[in-house]
Nanobody, 117 residues
Framework: QVQLVESGGGLVQTGGSLRLSCVAS????????LGWYRQGPGKQRDWVAT???????DYADSVKGRFTISRDNAKNMVYLEMNNLKPEDTGLYYC???????????WGQGTQVTVSS
């Protein structure tokens, strides 16, 4: 089992930057993948970015070139660096962890990001 706690959200103007952090309750070494989803007001939860156990990264088209996902295995942390933020980036950002055995996805409680125009 893994507990995930996000932090780093806040209110920022268009073009600004934020860095989200997610700390896991256990070692993230061996976890299949970690990443972020977001849910905007009145919208479904959408995938944002993933980093695998082999440090392969992947991004939604809407954030490519602006967001960077990274991990620090020693600190059990996953980060999402967000630059050139836009109002459409507003939402509740959730950290997730995919465990292979047994195949399970764990979620954090979310951290709010609001981008003002």
């Amino acid at each position: 089992q893994v507990q995930l706690v996000e932090s780093g959200g806040g209110l920022v103007q268009t073009g600004g930057s934020l860095r989200l952090s997610c700390v896991a309750s256990r070692s993230i070494v061996g976890i299949l993948s970690l990443g972020w989803y977001r849910q905007g007001p009145g919208k479904q939860r959408d995938w944002v970015a993933t980093i695998t156990g082999r440090d392969r990264t992947d991004y939604a088209d809407s954030v490519k070139g602006r967001f960077t996902i990274s991990r620090d295995n020693a600190k059990n942390m996953v980060y999402l660096e967000m630059n050139n933020l836009k109002p459409e980036d507003t939402g509740l950002y959730y950290c997730y962890a995919d465990i292979l055995i047994p195949r399970t996805t764990y979620w954090g409680q979310g951290t709010q990001v609001t981008v003002s125009s």
